[in-house]
């Protein structure tokens, strides 16, 4: 593509003025005193909840380093998020966005473009990706209309694993190692650290969970797939396939025969989703409903021990599920 010098400045004018009517939102920011006395500071820009937790601790005391995160915190995933004129003015701002990647940010790619000097760092680069799971797993029924057209498709959530998170953790660290060299060993420091404190907490879940009796779960929305796989539980059916789809009647009726059929006893909620769904297959089959975490989401003061806070309290809800 060409540029075109008056284009780009009307739309840069456009942006301003969208931005100067709209006002900004509130924003977590976490940022260093010292370095806003020194006027020199690099802001890192994190698109959603976990990459804004993740970061926070990779670039912990780093003198003129702040992260942003430019959603608030409770948003969750960015599946049908929409851009809004005060995340542009966030990135606008940044030197540098952390994106999970694994196109949960795809909806970002056109602004992307329009801020060249932007540098981006993807959390789940290089990793190895598992299918977006095809819709004809209940009982190979396709006929809702919803054609799969995610032919290939990769599943995005892969910090819910904590051995996803670990990698993710390393990605970023290094990745912000690159683009922000003069504060290389510090990130890497700090990824080391936090890495190490991941470790312990994915061993202690895998003792914890090595000798639970059941391992049949089903669970809200297609976050779960990673955290499955790593602690070797059998994701039986998914209730919603994204947030904000309710099941219809017929798919309803047919996860009520699965769970029945499976003898599944917990059905696993997400905190940021209705659970009504759910609460009525409960009733329907006798299973319980329980909430597990997929640290889409979080408190607002951004605490950046709150995914292992989280994943410490899916922990405790497994044990009591699948005991
Ligand atoms: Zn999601």
């Known amino acids: 593509m060409k540029f075109n010098p008056v284009r780009i400045m009307t739309v840069v004018v456009a942006i301003f003025l969208m931005l100067t009517a709209c006002g900004q939102g509130k924003k977590a920011v976490s940022q260093n005193p010292t370095a806003a006395k020194e006027g020199k500071t690099v802001t890192i820009v994190t698109s959603f909840y976990p990459m804004y937790i993740f970061t926070k601790n990779i670039a912990k005391d780093i003198p003129g380093v702040q992260v942003v995160n430019m959603t608030e915190p409770q948003t969750g995933c960015l599946h049908d998020y929409q851009l809004k004129p005060a995340d542009m003015k966030v990135l606008e701002q940044a030197k540098i966005l952390v994106s999970n990647g694994a196109d949960m940010e795809s909806f970002m790619d056109k602004v992307i473009q329009q801020l060249p000097n932007l540098k981006i760092v993807e959390a789940s680069k290089g990793m190895e990706l598992l299918k977006e799971e095809a819709h004809d797993q209940e009982d ?152 597990l975490d997929p640290v889409a989401t979080g408190p607002k003061d951004g605490d950046p021990e709150a995914y292992i806070k989280a994943m410490d309290k899916n922990l405790e809800v497994l044990l009591e599920a699948l005991k």
């Open 140 to 291: 190979g029924h396709k006929e809702e209309g919803k054609e799969h057209d995610a032919e290939g498709a990769f599943n995005p959530h892969v910090w819910v694993s904590i051995s996803g998170a670990i990698q993710e953790v390393k990605n970023i660290g290094e990745q912000l190692a690159v683009h922000d060299p003069a504060n290389a060993v510090k990130y890497r420091s700090n990824t080391e650290e936090y890495v190490k404190r991941l470790e312990v907490q994915k061993g202690k879940m895998h003792s914890a969970l090595k000798d639970i009796k059941t391992r049949d779960i089903v669970t809200f929305h297609e976050a779960f797939p990673y955290f499955a796989k790593e602690f070797n539980l059998n994701i039986v059916s998914v209730v919603e396939r994204e947030p904000g789809s309710e099941p219809s009647a017929g798919e309803l009726a047919d996860l009520i025969k699965t769970v029945k059929d499976t003898k599944v006893k917990a059905l696993f909620a997400e905190p940021q989703y209705s659970a009504k769904a759910a609460e009525t297959i409960a009733r329907e089959t006798g299973a319980k409903v329980y909430i």
